[in-house]
């Protein structure tokens, strides 16, 4: 029978300024330490910057979720990977956003010539 989780550790991550960053966390519940950084009133250091969510792990104490976030937070090549990961979405998002702008200014012209 396995225990429930009843805390997580989490890895945010944002881009501010130019470059990406992300943070490592425990709670007790993800969505709402979440809603918390967003609206500035979790860690002194996520206030101001709009986070994403990139990464959970649940545990079954207290004790292992800390101990898992302080690993967490000196592991920086998986945090950077995390990281490559959104940046590779939001270059796709990117491209997919110019393209489809694209697609519409082409078939705005076309009907505007259409009509002529």
Do not use: C
Request: aromatic share 8%; no cysteine.
């Amino acid at each position: 029978m396995k225990s429930r989780p009843v805390a997580f550790v989490y890895v945010l991550g944002s881009f501010h300024k130019g470059r990406y960053i992300s943070y490592v966390g425990w709670t007790n519940d993800v969505t709402q330490r979440l809603e918390k950084h967003n609206a500035g009133t979790g860690a002194r250091s996520t206030r101001g910057r709009t986070w994403t969510l990139l990464h959970t792990e649940p545990f079954t104490t207290r004790n292992e979720a800390m101990s898992r976030e302080w690993h967490l937070k000196r592991d920086r090549a998986f945090r950077k990977k995390l990281m490559d990961g959104v940046r590779a979405a939001a270059v796709i998002a990117s491209e997919a956003k110019q393209s489809m702008s694209q697609k519409t200014k082409t078939g705005l012209l076309r009907r505007l010539r259409s009509s002529q």
